[in-house]
């Protein structure tokens, strides 16, 4: 079975401080993403990762920005946070970039900031 | 341009059949349907390609209507366990796995 992990589930930070969101794949796939879901909204994708050390911004990346320095390891980094980024985080992983490819999603980060 | 997804709730018996409807404003090379129960990830359960081609689940069925950009999702009998988000991803490219997700419709099952 594929495995997405992240680091926590709940997530409690204050305005203005930075924030590291953690996430791991145990299946080798080359595409990871980086999506925030809000009610009403559905799933917006922040970044995507095709490789390692290689990004692309999504469809809202402002006040975010992304490292993959390991193809199993693809975090999301909120440089200071906001009240605005209060959110729930989900990352997933696909095997490469055929348009057939099944996400595979992370069990999500609630990150609330105060 | 996120997919526009409609309706966006319906409350069913068991038993009862639901359709829920995922348009584009671009066109589509495939769609993506995930279901999403409280509490959890999203999880895959069917796409559809292009040209007619459906991969996916035994007793939920779609239908992918290129030339509408429209794809709907059909649920039949439905049970308890069917409840939950479904959202939609459309993939415009086919050549880099990123999706558009639409905003999800929640369903949801009463005995």
């Known amino acids: 079975d594929v495995k997405v992990t992240q680091s926590s589930r709940y997530l409690v930070k204050r305005t203005g401080e930075k924030v590291f969101l953690e996430c791991v794949q145990d299946?080798?796939?080359?595409?990871m993403f980086w999506y925030r879901q809000d009610p009403g909204l559905g799933l917006r994708l922040i970044y995507f990762?095709?490789?390692?050390?290689?990004?692309e911004k999504g469809d809202i990346p402002e006040g975010y920005s992304v490292s993959r320095e390991k193809k199993e390891r693809f975090s999301l980094i909120l440089e200071s946070a906001s009240t605005n980024q209060t959110s729930m985080y989900l990352c997933?992983?696909?095997?490469?970039?055929?348009?057939?490819?099944?996400?595979?999603f992370g069990p999500g980060t609630r990150l609330t900031v105060l | 341009q996120q997919p526009v997804q409609s309706p966006q709730a319906v409350i069913l018996r068991e038993g009862e059949d639901a359709v829920i409807n995922c348009s584009s404003s671009k066109a589509l090379y495939s769609v993506h349907w995930y279901r999403q129960k409280h509490g959890e990830a999203p999880v895959f359960l069917m796409i559809l390609l292009k040209g007619g081609e459906q991969k996916g689940h035994e007793k939920i069925s779609a239908s992918f209507n290129e030339k509408k950009q429209q794809s709907s999702l059909y649920l039949t009998a439905s049970q308890l366990s069917y409840s939950g988000t479904y959202f939609c991803?459309?993939?415009?490219?086919?050549?880099?796995?990123?999706?558009?997700f639409g905003q999800g419709t929640t369903l949801q099952v009463k005995p």
């Open positions: 991803g459309t993939d415009g490219s086919g050549n880099t796995g990123k999706l558009i």
């Open positions: 299946m080798d796939h080359e595409n």
């Open positions: 990762s095709y490789d390692v050390k290689m990004k």
């Open positions: 997933a992983s696909s095997s490469g970039g055929a348009g057939t490819d099944t996400q595979y």
